[in-house]
């Protein structure tokens, strides 16, 4: 690494996009973000913004065959910027990898051994882990010279007890195909839990939070001193609260009930599950905006769903409760949890037993900024903190190559 190298590009790769980032470690600037979608088809679309620039949105459209095109169009865009990754002053790519399994509880740098075992985790991770190990392929084909990290969602949750991680199943079955609570978004968790400990003034090792991930994809997590000791995704992201198209908890008998009364297949039951289920299964909308604004029309499907939504939030929080004993934050993040403020009323309407109580002005309140929405006799703080995976993906990887 040179000596002033301080920049670090994050990439998060899915099936059909790469969404990137560079940031300036220096001070934790922006130079540019962007996305490239629908890869592979014929109407595929870079969208990139010189944060350090004019900071206006370029766009290209037409078709980008595959992940090593699509990276290549980005470095193309950054080197028009003056930001190329020949740059001396990148330091490091960060990757967002999906599944690090047990092995992994913290950033790695990427060698062909780190990618190998990364590739060992797509039976438990099929959707995600393949997409992150081309992006991975083919940035380390353009700067092989240059440290690249994995930053796993996983991580966060490696430090869940062996009580709260392992299913109640036959141990030897369990083992043999490496099933237990993986949990994820680990890198929102973190970030999320250590803000909000910022917020009330002390260290992330002094305080209980539960952190409430509520994006399209949803999750619940118990952070006690700055460690995660539950979570509530488990072998994969499907497990848990009501997401815009996952079902989360179900009793698992209706797999067998899907296949033996109503004749479905693996895969369309897998379908049914992650794709057509949770908040769209259930109203056909999984954007919430959508969704209360039926409800505003009167409408009784999406106020049905929305009760179903709430319903399960509670039941996380009371449960998380229970696990941490003490609770000092609840804390609000990602599209849902920052920008509804209906869904985080009704979430915590009701709990002033346990301490909880949200004040209708403060939870008004549209803002950039990690905030209090309790009412200051509450004993318990509720926060909106604005999650920025991103910045966290830049932090670790920076951290890890500059030690
Ligand atoms: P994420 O996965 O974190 O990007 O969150 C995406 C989801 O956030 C969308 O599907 C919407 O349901 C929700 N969302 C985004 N903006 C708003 C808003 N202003 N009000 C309510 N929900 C929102």
Redesign the pocket.
């Known amino acids: 690494m040179t000596a002033n190298a301080s920049r670090v590009l994050v990439l998060n790769s899915g099936s059909s996009s790469v969404k990137y980032q560079l940031l300036d470690m220096a001070d934790g600037s922006r130079l540019a973000v962007g996305l490239v979608e629908r890869i592979g088809e014929a109407t595929s679309r870079l969208a990139h913004t010189p944060l350090s620039g004019d900071g206006v949105t370029r766009e290209q459209e037409g078709p980008i065959a595959d992940h090593e095109a699509a990276l290549k169009a980005v470095a193309a865009e950054l080197q028009a910027d003056g930001l190329g990754l020949d740059s001396p002053q990148l330091a490091a790519i960060g990757h967002r990898v999906v599944h690090g399994g047990l092995k992994f509880s913290a950033p790695t740098v990427i060698d062909d051994a780190v990618l190998q075992e990364i590739e060992r985790l797509v039976p438990v991770a099929p959707l995600h882990n393949p997409a992150n190990i081309t992006g991975i392929r083919t940035a380390r084909a353009l700067r092989p010279d240059l440290p690249q990290v994995a930053v796993f969602d996983t991580a966060f949750h490696t430090t869940m007890p062996e009580h709260a991680a392992r299913y109640a199943i036959d141990v030897a079955t369990a083992d043999a195909h490496r099933i237990r609570r993986y949990g994820f978004h680990g890198t929102s968790h973190a970030y999320v839990s250590r803000r909000a400990a910022a917020l009330l003034g002390k260290d992330p090792s002094e305080v209980n939070v539960i952190v409430l991930h ?4 949803a999750s619940a997590s118990a952070v006690a001193g700055g460690r995660c000791v539950d979570t509530s995704m488990g072998l994969t992201p499907l497990e848990g609260l009501v997401m ?1 198209t996952r079902s989360g908890d179900i009793d698992p008998a209706v797999v067998f009930h899907l296949k033996r009364v109503a004749g479905m297949d693996t895969d369309a039951i897998d379908e049914l599950l992650n794709k057509k289920s949770g908040l769209v299964g259930l109203c056909g909308d ?4 959508e ?2 604004r039926r409800i505003d029309e009167g409408d009784e499907r999406a106020a049905l769903a929305f009760d179903i939504y709430i319903h399960r939030l509670k039941k996380y929080i009371g449960a998380y409760t229970a696990v941490l004993g003490r609770v000092d934050a609840v804390a609000f993040t ?3 949890g ?3 403020a209906p ?1 985080r009323a009704a979430a915590i309407a009701g709990l002033e037993e346990m301490g909880m109580a949200v004040d209708a002005d403060l939870n008004a309140v549209r803002a950039d900024e990690p905030r209090l929405i309790s009412p200051e006799y509450a004993r318990v703080a509720v926060a909106v903190i604005p ?1 920025d995976e991103e910045l966290e993906i830049a932090q670790q990887t920076y951290a890890l190559v500059s030690a």
């Open positions: 509520l994006g399209n994809g815009g999984n954007d919430m905006r969704i209360r990602a599209g849902v920052e920008n509804a869904v999650t």
